[in-house]
């Protein structure tokens, strides 16, 4: 139908995107607007010849889609409430305390080491250092992540930075979080109590019922499934007691999909539901980084495959709610955030450009920064191209400052990314420069060829479908309220 350009009216339309999903057309733009129309209306729209006081012309010029009305200041407003993450710096503070963890998960990057190579601790002059550096974000929200290996393995040294940054944070005055991502098996009472009364903030790794847990997350002796909910149950038993005493976090969920978890997509959404959750992500594809490519090829799967299990567990969790029962899938949050909302909830790796760096930094054991968790991660496969400098050697200026900063926030600009400037789903989207390299070997994409691309065109394109339906979408934004 668009092979009869001479008609299109181009001096009388706003910029737009568009993508045709079954028998309509999506329009979107940068601003947030987007609007589906019927072949006719489209056409229409096109050659301006659809009745100025009457729908779709209303809703196209209210949402910006239209050149002769444009409120430009609105438009830039929007723009900007958009992208208002880039005005704040590193947010996100990944703190690996140690390498060492008792577990041999199936999916773990060469990352987790032994227990007995204790030399791979981070020591207390490191610690020191990491939070000292933290501390001169420009951001005013302050989020410290301890990460391992399992990072309950190096306690001391978890204790010793909350501390720290507690004291720091006196003067700073950020809005600070910590949080603590652990397999749970070496919480104790005493660790329990203490991290609750400092406001830490728990994210536990479940993956779904015992036989797929265990099966992904074999411990090196004894139950990972058994530790890891008899914690979470704790603390759901806990929690209305800690609401009462000021303290706001909700446990959250670190879900890994594997090969074996791919059929199970309903035991899982009903294990976190028995075990009280009432909303986990499993947008997170495996990823391939670390692992050797015979490991993948048994544990990993395809873009159509994860696919497949995401729709599935998704339509899942819409029919649950359809049946009264609330519980959201935290991936389609993130996108229906984009899509229906005028702000963006600044998901570090669906943005544009993504967070390396300039909204996350990775601290290693030995004091290494890297641009996020996944720069860490290659070099652990002896590839320090994402290597930022060293806390003890390197000002904070000088980290953030790093010319590789600078290349991966262009490489993750999806505005300059050839398949990513014309698609209809560039507002909501976000690619990952790592990926990209660990896989095409060039952090600039391929996006024909591209695995993740294709991952989120579906997710986003179920999304839009899905919206279409009255029900659905009440749904939709009633998740949008919590
Ligand atoms: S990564 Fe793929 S889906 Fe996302 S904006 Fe680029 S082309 Fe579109
Ligand atoms: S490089 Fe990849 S993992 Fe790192 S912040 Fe960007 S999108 Fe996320």
């Known amino acids: 139908m668009l092979s009869d350009l001479k008609k299109i009216k181009y001096n009388k339309l706003g910029f737009f995107r568009f993508k045709k999903i079954k028998d309509k057309y999506l329009l ?91 030399d791979l601790d981070m020591d207390k002059e490191t610690a020191k250092n990491v939070v000292e550096k933290i501390f001169q974000t420009t951001s005013p929200f302050v989020a410290i992540e301890f990460q391992g290996g399992e990072p309950l393995v190096n306690w001391p040294i978890v204790k010793f930075i909350i501390e720290e940054a507690y004291k720091k944070n006196k003067k700073a005055k950020k809005d600070l979080e910590i949080r603590l991502v652990s397999n749970f098996s070496l919480m104790t009472e005493e660790k329990f109590k203490y991290l609750l009364d400092k406001n830490v903030s ?50 959250g969920l670190s879900v890994t999909i594997s090969r074996f978890s791919l059929s199970y997509y309903k035991e899982i959404v009903d294990e976190y539901i028995k075990l009280g959750f ?28 994860y696919i497949n299990f995401y729709k599935n567990a998704l339509s899942y969790i819409i029919g649950l709610n359809l049946k009264g029962k609330k519980v959201r899938e935290k991936a389609a949050v993130t996108f229906l955030k984009k899509i229906l909302t005028e702000k963006d909830p600044n998901h570090l790796d669906f943005r544009s450009p ?25 070099s652990m496969m002896n590839d320090e191209s994402f290597c930022l400098g060293n806390v003890k050697e390197n000002t904070y200026q000088e980290i953030v400052g790093n010319p590789i900063v600078r290349t991966l926030c262009t490489a993750s600009c999806l505005d300059g990314l050839a398949g990513c400037d014309d698609c209809a789903y560039k507002p909501y989207c976000g690619i990952c420069p790592i990926y990209n390299y660990a896989e095409q070997g060039n952090i600039f994409g391929q996006m ?31 998740w949008l309220d919590k």
């Not at 986990?280 to 495959?305: C, V, W």
């Not at 179920?462 to 749904?475: A, H, N, S, Y």
């Open 448 to 478: 024909p060829t591209n695995e993740r691309c294709k991952i989120n065109k579906a997710m986003i394109s179920f999304l839009f479908e899905k919206l279409q339906d009255p029900k659905i979408k009440e749904i939709f934004k009633k």
């Open 202 to 251: 728990f994210c536990v790794s479940i993956d779904g019922p015992e036989k797929v847990h265990n099966k992904n997350r074999p411990m090196v002796k004894g139950n990972s499934y058994y530790y890891a909910t008899k914690w979470s149950k704790k603390f759901f038993k806990l929690y209305p007691q800690l609401r009462k005493k000021g303290y706001i976090f909700k446990i």
């Open 354 to 378: 993504c967070g390396a760096g300039i909204g996350q930094l990775a601290y290693n054991y030995n004091g290494n920064v890297y641009t996020c968790d996944e720069g860490r991660m290659m």
């Open 278 to 305: 009432d909303d986990f992500y499993l947008g997170r594809p495996l990823n391939p980084f670390g692992l050797l490519k015979e490991s993948f090829k048994k544990i990993g799967y395809t873009a159509d495959e």
């Open 28 to 118: 979107t733009n940068d601003v947030g607007g987007f609007l589906f129309l019927t072949k006719k209306e489209f056409k229409d729209f096109l050659s301006d010849n659809l009745e100025k006081d009457k729908e779709p012309y209303l809703s196209l010029n209210k949402k910006s889609f239209i050149k002769k009305d444009l409120d430009l200041t609105e438009s830039i407003d929007k723009y900007r409430l958009k992208n208002s993450f880039l005005f704040n710096g590193p947010s996100l503070h990944i703190v690996v305390v140690t390498l060492r963890c008792n577990h041999k998960c199936v999916y773990c990057h060469a990352s987790a080491q032994a227990m007995d190579r204790t």
